[in-house]
Protein backbone atom coordinates (compact mmCIF):
# COMPACT_ATOMS: atom_id res chain seq x y z
CA UNK A 1 0.00 0.00 0.00
CA UNK A 2 1.08 4.03 -0.74
CA UNK A 3 3.00 5.14 2.91
CA UNK A 4 2.63 8.46 4.21
CA UNK A 5 3.74 10.33 6.95
CA UNK A 6 1.26 12.11 9.09
CA UNK A 7 1.88 14.69 12.20
CA UNK A 8 0.62 13.04 15.33
CA UNK A 9 -1.31 16.54 15.55
CA UNK A 10 -3.79 15.14 13.18
CA UNK A 11 -4.51 11.69 14.18
CA UNK A 12 -7.66 12.03 16.64
CA UNK A 13 -8.75 8.55 18.09
CA UNK A 14 -9.33 5.99 15.73
CA UNK A 15 -9.10 8.59 12.48
CA UNK A 16 -6.29 10.14 10.54
CA UNK A 17 -6.96 13.32 8.62
CA UNK A 18 -4.96 14.28 5.66
CA UNK A 19 -4.75 17.81 4.56
CA UNK A 20 -2.86 19.77 1.92
CA UNK A 21 -0.36 18.73 -0.65
CA UNK A 22 -0.56 15.17 0.76
CA UNK A 23 -4.59 15.31 0.44
CA UNK A 24 -3.52 15.86 -3.25
CA UNK A 25 -1.08 13.44 -3.47
CA UNK A 26 -3.32 10.85 -2.06
CA UNK A 27 -6.41 11.54 -4.70
CA UNK A 28 -5.27 13.48 -7.48
CA UNK A 29 -1.67 11.51 -8.30
CA UNK A 30 -2.41 8.03 -6.43
CA UNK A 31 -5.99 8.35 -7.63
CA UNK A 32 -7.17 6.47 -4.67
CA UNK A 33 -10.68 6.89 -3.99
CA UNK A 34 -13.11 5.53 -1.12
CA UNK A 35 -12.02 2.33 0.49
CA UNK A 36 -8.76 2.46 -0.63
CA UNK A 37 -5.57 1.30 1.95
CA UNK A 38 -2.65 3.17 2.77
CA UNK A 39 -0.08 2.54 5.25
CA UNK A 40 0.20 5.68 7.57
CA UNK A 41 3.14 6.71 9.91
CA UNK A 42 3.20 9.54 12.58
CA UNK A 43 7.78 9.81 12.36
CA UNK A 44 7.57 8.97 16.42
CA UNK A 45 6.70 5.08 15.63
CA UNK A 46 3.11 4.30 15.20
CA UNK A 47 2.53 2.49 12.03
CA UNK A 48 -1.28 1.46 10.74
CA UNK A 49 -2.64 0.26 8.10
CA UNK A 50 -5.60 2.76 6.93
CA UNK A 51 -8.34 2.84 4.53
CA UNK A 52 -10.17 6.12 3.46
CA UNK A 53 -13.29 7.17 4.87
CA UNK A 54 -13.75 10.33 3.29
CA UNK A 55 -12.73 12.70 1.05
CA UNK A 56 -13.54 16.34 1.22
CA UNK A 57 -12.27 19.50 -0.28
CA UNK A 58 -8.91 20.02 0.75
CA UNK A 59 -8.93 16.93 2.96
CA UNK A 60 -8.80 13.00 3.42
CA UNK A 61 -10.24 11.60 6.34
CA UNK A 62 -8.26 7.83 6.93
CA UNK A 63 -9.93 5.48 9.15
CA UNK A 64 -6.80 3.36 11.15
CA UNK A 65 -7.82 -0.42 10.90
CA UNK A 66 -4.44 -2.32 12.13
CA UNK A 67 -1.15 -1.71 13.82
CA UNK A 68 1.90 -2.74 11.94
CA UNK A 69 4.68 -4.08 14.14
CA UNK A 70 7.96 -2.05 13.04
CA UNK A 71 11.71 -3.02 13.28
CA UNK A 72 13.24 -1.12 11.28
CA UNK A 73 14.53 1.79 13.50
CA UNK A 74 18.49 1.71 14.81
CA UNK A 75 18.68 0.19 18.56
CA UNK A 76 21.84 3.05 18.62
CA UNK A 77 21.17 6.73 18.48
CA UNK A 78 23.26 8.75 16.27
CA UNK A 79 23.16 12.23 16.31
CA UNK A 80 25.23 13.68 13.22
CA UNK A 81 26.76 17.09 13.90
CA UNK A 82 27.20 18.17 10.14
CA UNK A 83 28.87 21.05 9.42
CA UNK A 84 26.53 22.96 6.35
CA UNK A 85 28.79 21.93 3.02
CA UNK A 86 28.33 24.41 -0.11
CA UNK A 87 24.99 24.46 -2.83
CA UNK A 88 22.40 21.93 -1.94
CA UNK A 89 24.47 19.57 -0.55
CA UNK A 90 23.32 19.43 2.78
CA UNK A 91 19.92 18.02 0.32
CA UNK A 92 21.92 14.95 -0.27
CA UNK A 93 23.12 14.52 3.19
CA UNK A 94 20.04 14.28 4.95
CA UNK A 95 18.19 12.23 2.53
CA UNK A 96 21.32 9.48 3.03
CA UNK A 97 21.64 10.11 6.73
CA UNK A 98 17.77 9.27 7.10
CA UNK A 99 18.30 5.87 4.42
CA UNK A 100 20.73 4.66 6.84
CA UNK A 101 19.37 5.06 10.25
CA UNK A 102 20.53 8.52 11.65
CA UNK A 103 18.51 9.54 14.61
CA UNK A 104 18.90 13.34 14.48
CA UNK A 105 21.10 15.66 12.43
CA UNK A 106 22.04 18.62 13.52
CA UNK A 107 23.59 22.05 10.43
CA UNK A 108 26.44 23.29 12.31
CA UNK A 109 28.53 26.66 10.96
CA UNK A 110 32.08 25.93 11.84
CA UNK A 111 34.79 28.38 11.25
CA UNK A 112 35.51 27.26 7.19
CA UNK A 113 31.71 27.18 6.60
CA UNK A 114 31.51 29.13 3.44
CA UNK A 115 27.73 29.55 3.99
CA UNK A 116 25.87 32.37 5.63
CA UNK A 117 22.85 31.42 7.07
CA UNK A 118 21.05 33.31 9.77
CA UNK A 119 17.26 34.65 10.65
CA UNK A 120 14.75 33.68 8.18
CA UNK A 121 17.26 32.20 5.56
CA UNK A 122 18.46 29.32 8.60
CA UNK A 123 14.62 28.74 9.62
CA UNK A 124 13.94 27.99 6.15
CA UNK A 125 16.83 25.64 4.97
CA UNK A 126 15.95 23.59 8.30
CA UNK A 127 12.02 23.45 7.45
CA UNK A 128 12.97 22.30 4.09
CA UNK A 129 15.90 19.72 5.47
CA UNK A 130 13.01 18.25 7.93
CA UNK A 131 10.85 17.79 4.94
CA UNK A 132 13.95 16.02 3.00
CA UNK A 133 13.72 13.52 6.20
CA UNK A 134 10.29 13.08 6.02
CA UNK A 135 9.93 12.13 2.35
CA UNK A 136 13.50 10.40 2.81
CA UNK A 137 11.52 8.12 5.65
CA UNK A 138 8.46 7.26 4.06
CA UNK A 139 10.84 6.03 0.89
CA UNK A 140 12.56 3.36 2.55
CA UNK A 141 10.54 2.68 5.14
CA UNK A 142 11.55 3.94 8.76
CA UNK A 143 9.05 4.49 11.41
CA UNK A 144 10.60 7.62 13.02
CA UNK A 145 11.57 10.90 10.97
CA UNK A 146 14.78 11.95 12.27
CA UNK A 147 14.71 15.38 14.25
CA UNK A 148 16.79 18.04 11.91
CA UNK A 149 17.62 20.91 14.40
CA UNK A 150 18.54 24.72 14.17
CA UNK A 151 21.65 26.04 12.14
CA UNK A 152 23.96 26.48 14.69
CA UNK A 153 27.56 27.50 15.96
CA UNK A 154 30.08 25.32 16.51
CA UNK A 155 29.97 25.84 20.03
CA UNK A 156 26.44 25.19 20.30
CA UNK A 157 27.17 22.24 18.75
CA UNK A 158 28.95 20.59 21.15
CA UNK A 159 26.27 21.14 23.92
CA UNK A 160 24.59 18.87 21.64
CA UNK A 161 25.69 15.59 22.29
CA UNK A 162 23.98 14.05 24.88
CA UNK A 163 25.38 13.53 28.19
CA UNK A 164 24.86 9.83 27.94
CA UNK A 165 26.91 9.26 24.99
CA UNK A 166 29.38 7.05 25.67
CA UNK A 167 30.83 7.50 22.14
CA UNK A 168 31.84 11.01 20.28
CA UNK A 169 33.93 10.60 17.13
CA UNK A 170 35.17 13.07 14.94
CA UNK A 171 36.72 12.27 11.82
CA UNK A 172 39.67 14.76 10.99
CA UNK A 173 42.40 14.23 8.16
CA UNK A 174 44.94 15.35 10.42
CA UNK A 175 44.53 12.17 13.12
CA UNK A 176 47.79 9.24 11.98
CA UNK A 177 47.12 7.60 14.89
CA UNK A 178 43.45 6.31 15.91
CA UNK A 179 41.61 4.64 13.04
CA UNK A 180 37.52 4.50 12.58
CA UNK A 181 37.63 0.59 13.03
CA UNK A 182 39.95 0.77 16.21
CA UNK A 183 37.92 3.08 17.95
CA UNK A 184 34.59 1.45 17.57
CA UNK A 185 36.54 -2.09 18.40
CA UNK A 186 34.75 -3.38 21.40
CA UNK A 187 32.35 -0.83 21.59
CA UNK A 188 28.27 -1.29 22.28
CA UNK A 189 27.23 2.04 22.92
CA UNK A 190 23.63 2.98 23.11
CA UNK A 191 24.16 6.61 21.60
CA UNK A 192 26.54 8.19 19.22
CA UNK A 193 27.48 11.53 18.16
CA UNK A 194 29.49 12.04 14.71
CA UNK A 195 31.11 15.67 14.27
CA UNK A 196 31.75 15.87 10.48
CA UNK A 197 33.80 19.28 9.14
CA UNK A 198 33.12 21.14 6.14
CA UNK A 199 35.06 20.91 2.45
CA UNK A 200 37.54 22.82 4.42
CA UNK A 201 38.17 20.60 7.13
CA UNK A 202 38.31 21.59 11.23
CA UNK A 203 40.53 24.36 12.16
CA UNK A 204 43.52 23.17 14.92
CA UNK A 205 41.40 24.87 17.50
CA UNK A 206 37.93 23.49 17.03
CA UNK A 207 39.28 19.65 16.93
CA UNK A 208 40.86 21.00 20.43
CA UNK A 209 37.58 22.23 21.44
CA UNK A 210 35.92 18.84 20.60
CA UNK A 211 38.45 16.76 22.27
CA UNK A 212 37.95 19.05 25.70
CA UNK A 213 34.08 18.16 25.19
CA UNK A 214 35.07 14.47 24.83
CA UNK A 215 34.84 13.90 20.90
CA UNK A 216 37.94 11.08 19.56
CA UNK A 217 39.25 12.12 16.30
CA UNK A 218 39.73 9.19 14.00
CA UNK A 219 41.57 8.50 10.40
CA UNK A 220 39.01 7.26 8.05
CA UNK A 221 42.24 6.06 5.77
CA UNK A 222 44.48 7.45 3.41
CA UNK A 223 42.22 9.24 1.26
CA UNK A 224 40.35 12.96 1.90
CA UNK A 225 36.41 12.42 1.66
CA UNK A 226 34.59 15.63 0.31
CA UNK A 227 32.27 16.25 3.39
CA UNK A 228 29.14 15.40 1.88
CA UNK A 229 30.59 11.71 1.88
CA UNK A 230 32.25 11.43 4.91
CA UNK A 231 29.11 11.33 7.09
CA UNK A 232 27.67 8.82 5.00
CA UNK A 233 30.43 6.46 5.21
CA UNK A 234 30.99 6.90 8.79
CA UNK A 235 27.32 6.50 9.47
CA UNK A 236 27.43 3.25 7.57
CA UNK A 237 30.69 2.39 9.33
CA UNK A 238 29.17 2.88 13.03
CA UNK A 239 25.70 0.98 11.86
CA UNK A 240 27.23 -1.68 10.90
CA UNK A 241 29.70 -2.04 13.37
CA UNK A 242 27.08 -2.43 15.89
CA UNK A 243 24.99 -4.44 14.24
CA UNK A 244 22.57 -2.52 12.50
CA UNK A 245 23.40 -2.77 8.73
CA UNK A 246 24.43 -6.81 8.97
Request: proline share 4%.
Amino acid sequence: MPRLFVPAEQWVGKEVVVRGSDAKYLTRVLRLGTGDGVTVFDGRGRVYEAFIRKINSGEVVLSLSRAVMDDTEPRVKVTLLQAIPKGDKMDLVVQKATELGVARIVPVLTERVVVHLDGDRAAKKQERWQKVAREAARQCGRSAVPVVGAVCAFEEALAVAAPGDSLRLMPWEGEEELSLRSALQGKDPAAVTLFVGPEGGFSRAEVEAAKAYGFCTVSLGRRILRTETAGMVVLALVLYSLGELA
